[in-house]
């Protein structure tokens, strides 16, 4: 039955999903007749229903939309707490939600938010608190070949994101139970570790992945370790493995006539297992790696036990059961990989013999699983660790033979102290050594961060490479060949290039702000750098890879919604030239940016037609750069933050028709004016604007304005990122990072979908 429930859960996944009305009654029905023909299908069917009611229950807790902004009183239990500077963002269970407000929508679906507090008072995780939040259902950028933010709050069970309001204050209701993981974290926050190496064995030992800080991540990364970092199959292993030796040296001892057939070693391993997962938080890394080593241990405790194979459909069956939204992680899908692999490997191979053929098998594994894991890697995350196979060769034993060992033996000591300190002073030293081994690989194989168009068939090629040698029974002559052909894929596969005359447009989606990013065959520029918000955190630094260059970034006024991202853009990529109005200051120094300014590039023209020489007399918004671009017969106008009496001024400067608009002030009341909109008719219109912002952009009457032209609208809030090209020879198509279904119910190619809010 492994097989078959494996597949009824995946398809539950699939149910779950995308299932629209009558899908699910239709799937249940078919699935029911064929269970009545073979009975031993029902558990098949329980599985699939189990799996997909759960993901419908899961999307059906998500915030309604009509409750966004609204204020809401909620109660629960703090997961987890993570402080940045003021603000402390908290994981919280769900106990009761309930609108401040009569004739609101019902919110009491909502499982867990992930909230936001300014000044927050000590919290711990595990306390129940009530808090007055602001809410907004999941959402995050969408944007070309970056984190997909939705899709990870998706994951990690998040129903809705906010802030706390400061009134009514948040009060704590109750303290947080015993957890022997917080005891535990508590005990090492005592210890005098340096901080650094308290991370490590917080993250190794305990699963506190959370604990690591940026840099941390970045070597791990960098070096292709990440998997030694989170509670995995490797460390639930290793402590099962410890617990059955142990068990069966005890066994041989208490019964050395029948030691071999004691089952309670066995058990004791299950156990430790479930102990250690448990100590661990029981988070999906832990629970998964935990159900696989169950399976792992019946499996080869060969007591009724199914095959390797029809262990791994089994436990694929069990995590996904558990957590059917782990479906989702690529961690699940790393996992259950490298198993695959291993298991391809060693299957049907007699067990080495000594020293010398342990070492030759386990190099062996690494080196054919290295390409395998690299080509997943490259899909999830696209990022080639250049030095990981080499470093894995040292990393992967030292930590599993060394830091592990010595960190859970410092744990299995604490009631002893100095012995306990002495293994984990041991354990800071190795850590340190490994931090260097690290730092020296990654400064000589840097992390490789492919072209977008090279990802797929680079990991295609590296997939096809790890099972040319994986599998058994290829001849040598074959193996060998197949290797040159595979390696010339990614070497004579090219990314298309523009020709002279073509030019990219490209509207980022970053919210309530605005960053276009222009490009021809070889010259790129921004126009705006997007916002920075009150955190800190800027859109632009997720857009792309360190060390991106742009031959000129245009910078329209120094709002921070336009001008937020300069100082990210000067610490991780290289710019030409800035430029912006005479009297903005953005934080760097720039040229001017002035109306009569023309330049050409690959047969593309770019002029500006605003601000003049003085912009003293003017207001911020009003000196904001507009710049007009010409390919053959196409045009592209961006006109920033302007009003509607500079707009009437352009009118005598700008080329009509225009092929595409980037709406003034984000489709604000105050640009788009009458004249602009009728004189120059704009095919193709972009709202640069955040979803769900407190300023109704686009405005209403804006939209309607546009939709009298015939104009086609679009909106990043809605449809993400949108992409236009434009040539001499081609006409101008465009790509949305965010297809909406709705999109395509309209008549006239998308031009009537409703963009305004009501």
């Not at 800080?213 to 493995?241: C, F, K, P, Y």
């Not at 436990?315 to 558990?322: S, T, Y």
């Not at 800190?536 to 921070?560: K, M, N």
Request: glycine share 8%; aromatic share 8%; hydrophobic share 50%.
């Amino acid at each position: 039955m492994s097989i078959p429930l494996a597949l009824a859960a995946l398809c539950g996944v699939a149910l779950g999903a995308v299932a629209s009305s009558g899908v699910l009654e239709v799937a249940v029905m078919v699935g029911l007749l064929l269970a009545v023909r073979h009975p031993r299908g029902w558990p098949a069917l329980a599985v699939m229903l189990a799996v997909a009611v759960s993901l419908l229950l899961a999307r059906g807790a998500e915030l309604p939309a009509g409750l966004a902004g609204e204020d809401l009183a909620i109660e629960g239990r703090v997961l987890d707490v993570s402080q940045e500077a003021s603000l402390a963002r908290l994981n919280v269970a769900v106990d009761h939600c309930a609108p401040l407000f009569e004739g609101r929508l019902s919110c009491d679906q909502l499982r867990r938010v992930r909230i936001s507090m300014r000044d927050a008072p000590p919290i711990l995780a595990g306390e129940r608190w009530s808090f007055t939040v602001r809410l907004r259902p999941p959402a995050g950028f969408a944007n070309p070949h970056t984190f997909d933010y939705r899709a990870w709050l998706w994951r990690e069970g998040i129903d809705a994101t906010g802030y706390v309001r400061s009134e009514p204050p948040a009060r704590k209701l109750a303290v947080a139970n015993v957890s022997l993981h917080r005891l535990a974290l508590a005990h090492l926050d005592r210890q005098a570790l340096e901080p650094h190496q308290a991370r490590w064995l917080a993250a190794l030992t305990l699963g506190a992945s959370e604990r690591l800080e940026r840099q941390d991540w970045d070597l791990l990364n960098a070096s292709g370790t990440t998997h030694l970092m989170v509670i995995s199959g490797l460390h639930v292993g290793l402590v099962a493995g410890f617990s059955l030796l142990a068990g069966r040296g005890m066994a041989r001892v208490l019964t050395p006539g029948a030691w071999r057939l004691a089952v309670w070693p066995w058990w004791l391993a299950g156990a430790a297992t479930v102990g250690y997962a448990t100590l661990a938080g029981l988070e999906p890394p832990a629970l998964r790696a935990m159900l696989m080593t169950l399976v792992g241990l019946w499996v080869a405790s060969g007591r009724h036990a199914p095959g390797p194979w029809q262990g791994w459909w089994l436990a694929l069956a069990l995590v996904i059961v558990a957590d059917p939204r782990s479906a989702w992680q690529p961690g699940l899908w790393l996992s259950f990989t490298a198993v695959a692999l291993l298991i391809l490997i060693w299957q049907g191979r007699s067990r080495p013999a000594g020293v010398h053929g342990w070492c030759w098998a386990l190099l062996r594994t690494q080196l054919l699983l290295a390409p395998l894991m690299a080509a997943a890697v490259l899909m999830f995350f696209a990022r080639l660790a250049p030095a990981a196979p080499l470093v894995n060769l040292v990393a992967v034993p030292l930590v599993s033979s060394l830091l592990v060992p010595l960190g859970l033996l410092g744990w299995l000591l604490a009631p002893l102290p100095w012995l306990s300190s002495l293994c984990w002073w041991l354990f800071g030293q190795l850590v340190d050594m490994l931090i260097a081994l690290l730092e020296l690989a990654v400064a000589w194989l840097p992390l490789w961060l492919p072209e977008a168009e090279q990802v797929t068939p680079l990991a295609l090629a590296l997939g096809a490479l790890a099972m040319l040698w994986a599998l058994p029974g290829l001849a040598t002559v074959l193996r060998g060949a197949g290797t040159l052909v595979v390696l010339l894929v990614p070497l004579v596969h090219a990314a298309p290039g523009m020709l002279p005359g073509e030019l990219r447009v490209r509207i980022h989606d970053v919210g309530q702000g605005q960053l276009v990013e222009l490009r021809t065959a070889s010259y790129r520029l921004l126009f705006d750098t997007g916002p920075r918000f009150g955190s800190g955190f800027t859109p632009l630094q997720t857009l792309w890879p360190p060390g991106q260059h742009f031959d000129e970034v245009i910078v329209s006024h120094a709002d921070l919604d336009h001008a937020g991202g300069v100082a990210s853009l000067i610490e991780h990529h290289h710019v030409g030239r800035f430029l912006a109005p005479s009297d903005e200051r953005i934080g760097v120094e720039a040229a001017t940016c002035q109306s009569g300014q023309v330049w050409h590039r690959d047969q593309v023209a770019f002029r500006v037609l605003w601000p003049p020489a003085d912009t003293s007399r003017f207001s911020s918004n009003d000196r904001s750069c507009v710049l007009e671009v010409t390919a053959g017969t196409q045009r592209v106008l961006i006109t920033g933050d302007v009003g509607r009496e500079v707009e009437r001024s352009l009118l005598l400067e700008a080329t009509a028709p225009v092929t595409l608009l980037v709406a003034g002030h984000h489709g604000s009341s105050t640009s788009s004016g009458p004249h602009l909109v009728s004189l120059l008719a704009p095919r193709q219109v972009i709202y640069s604007a955040g979803r769900g912002n407190p300023f109704g952009h686009p405005a209403d009457e804006v939209v309607r304005r546009f939709r009298r032209t015939g104009s086609c609208q679009w909106n990043t809030a809605l449809d993400g990122a949108v992409t236009f090209w434009f040539g001499n020879a081609n006409a101008p198509h465009l790509h949305t990072q965010r297809p909406l279904p709705w999109r395509r119910g309209g008549v006239g190619s998308d031009c009537l979908a409703l963009e305004s809010r009501h």
